[in-house]
């Protein structure tokens, strides 16, 4: 983001994606009275409060929020202006902001990301993992991967791979357990739970041929990492629901058995999300490319 082109919008989209005035001071490189102070002269010339303050974190108000909107948007056309017109359209340059979950995140997008920037040492890649429901308009990103689909019309979204999520276990498990027969005997085990935003806790739903269906689950373990549920699962602690990309490996080498293998998760797809935009810049479209080249290995 050039602030040259626009200073007063991209000081603003800066201060709400960071929430805090003085973590906004440091990215500035100014003291915390300059940057209230250029907030307050924001507001007034505008006539209107952006932003509710508290002792530690700001939020923004209702005309902050329609502000932040509009001044996304107003930069995002800039720098498609700027890129068209400096012939930067076909040359991936300058400032990328991804964000992209946890546990993916750490363990496939961050190599990627290392790899991308040796080909394009122009383009300058923010990674952000967070488990948080993502907020890409409003939190200025360029690009969001996650699995499953977002219900959010401004964005567009391209699927870079095809998953599944799969019941496994650990032999060592089966064999003290039993290996269940039916959906139903799942809730007599053990089974670790993966805890991902709002989902419903230790709710399972699989379909087996056209027909869904939900099982409650429960189990001695949970934790929001997933590999760290992935271990207790090889450690044979009890039965985990996971996808496919992270325990192919250990289905091959036998280290895990898929259970049931006539039910299939719903689609948990690895998709790419951006703000829908007149131009696509070349630098998201470069790595947008190039994650899709690497993440093409059929399942």
């Known amino acids: 983001m050039k602030t040259e082109a626009a200073p007063e919008l991209a000081f603003f989209v800066l201060l709400a994606r960071n929430a805090s005035l003085s973590s906004t001071a440091r990215a500035l490189d100014l003291t915390p009275p300059a940057v209230t102070k250029r907030l307050a002269q924001m507001e ?9 303050r508290s002792t530690r974190t700001l939020s923004l108000t209702a ?3 329609q502000y932040l909107a509009r001044a996304v948007a107003i930069l995002a056309d800039i720098r498609d202006m700027e890129e068209q017109v400096s012939g930067s359209g076909g040359t991936p340059r300058g400032l990328l902001r991804v964000n992209a979950t946890l546990d993916f995140g750490r363990t496939t997008i961050g190599p990627l990301v290392s790899a991308f920037a040796r080909l394009h040492p122009e383009v300058e890649v923010q990674l952000q993992l967070t488990d948080r429901p993502m907020r890409l308009v409003e939190e200025a990103f360029d690009l969001g991967i996650r699995f499953g689909a ?3 019309t401004r964005l567009t979204a391209r699927r870079l791979m095809s998953n599944r999520r799969l019941l496994c276990a650990a032999p060592a498990y089966l064999e003290r357990h039993g290996t269940p027969r039916t959906l139903a005997e799942l809730a007599a085990h053990r089974c670790i739970l993966h805890r991902q935003n709002d989902e419903a806790h230790g709710v399972w739903r699989l379909v087996r041929g056209r027909k869904s269906e939900t099982v409650k689950v429960g189990g001695a373990l949970s934790c929001n990492d997933g590999d760290v549920a992935l271990n207790w699962a090889l450690d044979g602690h009890g039965i985990l629901l996971r996808s496919e990309w992270d325990v192919r490996k250990y289905l091959a080498s036998g280290r895990l058995r898929h259970l049931l293998p006539e039910y299939r998760s719903t689609p948990a797809d690895l998709y790419a999300y951006y703000p829908t935009r ?17 993440l093409k290995a059929p399942l």
């Open 63 to 65: 005309e902050g929020e």
């Open 278 to 294: 007149r131009h696509m810049p070349a630098k998201l479209r470069a790595f947008i490319d190039f994650l899709a080249q690497e």
């Open 44 to 52: 007034a010339r505008l006539g209107v409060r952006l932003v509710n």
């Open 150 to 152: 977002l219900p959010d």
